[in-house]
């Protein structure tokens, strides 16, 4: 009989050592696909940003909301909102410009060659507050 229970003893021994195996082959595979995921999206934000100015586009709001700059200078327009985007900006009784959709982590660059005031805004949320640009 004693053998009967020290074979017993030793099946449920392998058993939990399979399963305490699996757990943490499980919750490595969880930690590393977590942390994985974590890495790439901090280093998708590292981006360099050339620019006389940047405008942020989040919560359906320009931050910041205006913009002072001179005749040549960049401006460029990052959409860190969920949402998708078009921008459609005028000079006050002159030339106008529009960017392609902007889905999440997309940029738009404008080359502001002519003094005036612009006003923009988005045009895909036209009930959203627009922005300014002056150029002097």
């Known amino acids: 009989m004693p053998s009967k229970v020290l074979l017993a003893n ?12 699996v757990f943490l082959t499980i919750l490595i595979s969880l930690m590393v696909l977590f942390f994985s995921g974590c890495i790439e999206e901090h280093s ?4 360099a940003i050339e620019a006389d100015a940047v405008i942020y586009i989040e919560n359906y709001e320009f931050h910041p909301y205006s913009a002072t700059i001179t005749p040549g200078d960049t ?3 990052v959409n860190n909102d969920s949402v998708a985007f078009i921008i459609k900006g ?23 060659e002519d003094a005036g005031s612009y006003k923009y805004e988005l045009m895909t949320h036209p009930w959203t507050k627009g922005g300014f640009i002056v150029v002097e």
């Open 75 to 77: 401006v460029i327009w």
């Open 44 to 47: 998708s934000d590292v981006q």
């Open 90 to 112: 005028n000079l006050v009784g002159g030339d106008s410009f529009q960017s392609p959709t902007l889905r999440k982590g997309d940029t738009f660059t404008y080359v502001f």
């Open 10 to 21: 030793s099946n449920c021994s392998k058993n939990m050592r399979v399963r305490n195996l």
